[in-house]
């Protein structure tokens, strides 16, 4: 893997505080192994055990409602264009990937076909998840035109939810609002 071109610190929302968060940072690269292929490594540092976390690995998979517990996201879409592309990530290794012609509106009621690559780590106070998405996952477009998103959802074990991103443009959490989409694919 090479190294990362950018690396971003998510925030939390200030309606859903995580006193278990230290930090959750997301650096983001190109595959040096698949052409047009980019790679996110999402990093919690966090009181792991006041958290729910599944066991990494329990299941994989599509799923959908991955954003009801824990799960890493990314939101990709072109600078010009409503359309754009959503990923979820579950430490269980269950994913998501949806295409979106516009905000909130489903293209379609199917998930993108994709099987990313996910590797989960976890030591001491750490969760780390890199995850690789090819380049046919990501919407048609030059990448220096693709804004970027990344959030997260981080369930405390008494099923508190926080929801963490780069900007909070909204008084609630929204993820799918594109003022909150700081970040272009280096």
Not at 60 to 71: F, Y
Not at 97 to 107: H, I, K, M, N, V
Not at 141 to 166: F, K, M, N, P, Y
């Amino acid at each position: 893997m090479s190294q990362p071109l950018s690396r971003h610190r998510l925030h939390p929302h200030p309606s859903t505080p995580a006193p278990a968060v230290r930090s959750l940072c997301v650096d983001v690269g190109r595959s040096d192994t698949a052409p047009g292929a980019w790679w996110l490594r999402f990093r919690l540092q966090a009181a792991l055990e006041a958290l729910a976390l599944p066991p990494p690995g329990a299941s994989a998979g599509p799923a959908d409602d991955l954003w009801r517990h824990t799960c890493f996201e990314a939101f990709v879409g072109r600078a010009q264009a409503a359309a754009y592309h959503e990923f979820n990530f579950s430490p269980a290794g269950d994913w998501a990937a949806y295409a979106f012609s516009g905000p909130r509106q489903r293209a379609s009621a199917d998930q993108l076909p994709l099987a990313p690559r996910l590797q989960w780590q976890r030591a001491d106070d750490t969760l780390t998840l890199t995850v690789e998405l090819p380049r046919q996952a990501l919407p048609a477009a030059d990448h220096t035109d693709l804004l970027l998103g990344l959030s997260a959802v981080i369930e405390a074990r008494d099923g508190q939810l926080s929801c963490w991103a780069l900007a909070h443009p909204g008084p609630q959490p929204d993820f799918h609002h594109r003022a909150g989409w700081t970040a272009r694919l280096p």
